[in-house]
């Protein structure tokens, strides 16, 4: 049964760090992964996807990374702003999407 | 090219009530799934339909809950006989026919509130 976790829950930062959310998966048989972005109360933005073949996406300040092997996969946020606070949620796909609980982040001013 | 439409955006039912949750794909998808995620909870699969046929529904609630997507129309989530915890936000995404790993367009959601 594939479980996905993400970490940190939480994560706090001043404007301009660069930051590195996880997430981790626990069955390689995955067709591709997914990052998106919550808003409170609002729905799903896709941020990046990465094909099971691919190794990393990138998209403007957000970079993301895949390795199956060891059942992981990163995003990466460069040069952080207040506008980038949300909930960041990775899914797995297996044929449905497998998703984390999620990283709340809040970038200060 | 629209995107994933839910409606209604807002949905408030009493107990005992039946709630139908309607999504239209986007143009050319012809791949359905429903996800939901209760207040404090991460978003949980729970069907996966394509035109007329149910593919998955491992993530369905055993009683009171279906799903279907018609030939013709939006798909329709219902429940029936709706309890307070039912109430929760309800997504629904589609993806166009080229197989299982497709990627997966999200709609607004609903959020059902039960009384």
């Known amino acids: 049964k594939q479980e996905v976790t993400q970490i940190p829950a939480a994560l706090s930062v001043p404007e301009g760090e660069n930051l590195v959310l996880n997430c981790s998966f626990t069955d390689s048989a995955i067709y591709n992964l997914q990052w998106f972005r919550q808003d409170p109360g609002k729905g799903l933005t896709s941020l990046l996807l990465?094909?099971?073949?691919?190794r990393e996406q990138t998209s403007g300040r957000l970079n993301a990374s895949l390795d199956k092997s060891s059942g992981r996969s990163t995003l990466y946020i460069a040069a952080s702003q207040p506008g980038d606070s949300a909930t960041y949620l990775c899914a797995a796909n297996t044929g449905k999407l497998i998703f984390g609980q999620g990283t709340t982040l809040q970038v200060k001013p | 090219n629209a995107g994933v439409m839910q409606n209604p955006r807002h949905l408030v039912r009493r107990r005992g009530q039946e709630a139908r949750l309607r999504c239209s794909p986007m143009k050319g998808h012809s791949h359905v799934y429903w996800y939901r995620q209760l207040p404090e909870e991460g978003l949980k699969f729970m069907v996966y339909?394509?035109?007329?046929?149910?593919?998955?529904e491992s993530g369905m609630p055993k009683e009171r809950f279906s799903a279907e997507f018609p030939k013709e129309g939006p798909s329709i989530l219902r429940i029936q006989q709706v309890v307070r915890g039912d109430s929760a936000a309800y997504f629904c995404?589609?993806?166009?026919?080229?197989?299982?790993?497709?990627?997966?367009?999200f709609g607004p959601g609903t959020r059902l509130l039960v009384l």
């Open positions: 990465i094909q099971s073949s691919q």
């Open positions: 995404a589609s993806s166009s026919p080229g197989g299982a790993g497709e990627t997966q367009y």
């Open positions: 339909l394509q035109k007329e046929n149910i593919i998955d």
